[in-house]
């Protein structure tokens, strides 16, 4: 595996809750921070949240009250808990491995595949 795995997606109402998933190899995941991140439909991809290797975070504005970053570094795995979701959090959720800075500015090594989260009015 040199890709990490995002899971999770799914379709929700306003005001649920969610968590996302991802999954990475001990080459992609060790020793480096893991990013969110999400594309909605015709906009560009947004940094959603990060956390380091040694569980530092970091997060978009709109997710700070509503989002938080964890990970797991013997199960190699980062969530991505979401709550209060609102329609305009629709979008494909992407996560990713690098370095933590270039993920706060939303950059990174390795990109998983996409899950889609769809909030319903």
């Known amino acids: 595996q040199v890709e990490p795995v995002a899971s999770g997606g799914g379709v929700v109402q306003a005001g649920d809750s969610?968590?996302?998933?991802c999954a990475a190899s001990q080459e992609i995941f060790d020793g480096y921070a893991v990013g969110w991140f999400r594309q909605a439909p015709g906009k560009e991809r947004e940094f959603v949240a990060a956390?380091?290797?040694?569980?530092?975070?970091?997060?978009a504005d709109f997710a700070k009250d509503r989002f938080t970053i964890a990970r797991d570094n013997k199960?190699?795995?980062?969530?991505?808990?979401m709550n209060s979701l609102?329609?305009?959090?629709?979008a494909v959720y992407?996560?990713?491995s690098g370095p933590f800075?270039?993920?706060t500015r939303n950059s990174a090594n390795?990109?998983?595949?996409?899950?889609?989260?769809?909030v319903s009015p």
């Not at 609102?86 to 629709?90: I, N």
Request: proline fraction near 2%; charged fraction near 20%; aromatic fraction near 12%.
């Open 86 to 90: 609102k329609p305009e959090d629709t």
């Open 75 to 81: 199960k190699r795995r980062s969530d991505l808990n």
């Open 110 to 118: 390795h990109w998983s595949q996409g899950t889609q989260v769809t």
């Open 101 to 103: 800075t270039e993920i």
């Open 18 to 21: 969610l968590t996302l998933s």
């Open 94 to 96: 992407f996560c990713a």
């Open 51 to 59: 956390i380091q290797w040694f569980g530092n975070t970091q997060y």
